[in-house]
């Protein structure tokens, strides 16, 4: 059974940092793309970031370009995410999701955290 | 960037009735689109991808059928469990939008 726990969320002042961990376990980690989902309170869903199975290639929304950064840790089966300089508008719970190819090139979500919540105020 | 569109944004129904969620992305995205789930304090389930393939463990009564720009998410006969909110996403490149939901609540 596939499982993803996110942990490392909480408060942080507006131009703080703050690292995100996903423990992943249930499949051979190093054979899939992950990637990050963040869901502002009461409203929808924004994907923020995905990373390769080996790590070399990275995409990132506008909206966290040059200030978040995702990455892995294959030997130990972890997903990363650090933010920095954040915003109000960063206040989400951050999901950590497994990818899964559909097609030539296409991910989908194929399986979702629980989920950790970020908020950042003074 | 693709925009999805999803309407309507909420609607009310009752436990047998049937349910149509419309998902429009802003160009043609071929079948690359996905139906996720989601219930309150609970992460997304994916329900449906390729347009309409569902993925498995998730009932017959969903469905899910479009290509190009226009897609639907139909729910046969809709039962206790399945009020939740509705997403839809494109997988069409980077980055991959979703839509801004439909709530399906007991009317």
């Known amino acids: 059974e596939v499982q993803l726990a996110e942990s490392g969320g909480g408060l942080v002042q507006p131009g703080g940092s703050l690292k995100l961990s996903c423990a992943a376990s249930g499949f051979p980690f190093n054979t899939y793309g992950l990637s990050w989902v963040r869901q502002a309170p009461g409203t929808g869903l924004e994907w923020v970031t995905s990373i390769s199975d080996s790590g070399t290639t990275t995409h990132y929304a506008d909206s966290v370009k040059g200030r978040f950064t995702i990455s892995r840790d294959n030997s130990k089966d972890t997903l990363f995410l650090h933010l920095t300089n954040v915003r109000s508008e960063d206040t989400a719970v951050y999901f950590c999701?497994?990818?899964?190819?559909?097609?030539?090139?296409?991910?989908?979500?194929?399986?979702w955290g629980q989920g950790t919540l970020v908020t950042v105020s003074s | 960037a693709i925009r999805v569109t999803q309407s309507p944004s909420s609607l009310s129904a009752s436990t047998g009735d049937r349910v149509t969620v419309t998902c429009r992305a802003s160009?043609?995205?071929?079948?690359?689109l996905a139906w996720y789930q989601q219930k309150p304090g609970k992460p997304p389930k994916l329900i449906i991808y390729?347009?309409?393939t569902l993925q498995p463990g998730v009932p017959s009564r969903f469905s899910g059928s479009g290509y190009g720009t226009d897609f639907t998410l139909t729910i046969s006969r809709l039962q206790s469990e399945d009020f939740a909110t509705y997403y839809c996403?494109?997988?069409?490149?980077?980055?991959?939008?979703f839509g801004q939901g439909t709530r399906v609540e007991i009317k």
């Open positions: 999701a497994k990818d899964r190819t559909i097609g030539v090139s296409g991910q989908i979500f194929e399986s």
């Open positions: 390729a347009a309409s």
């Open positions: 996403q494109h997988y069409y490149g980077y980055p991959r939008t």
């Open positions: 160009q043609a995205i071929s079948d690359y």
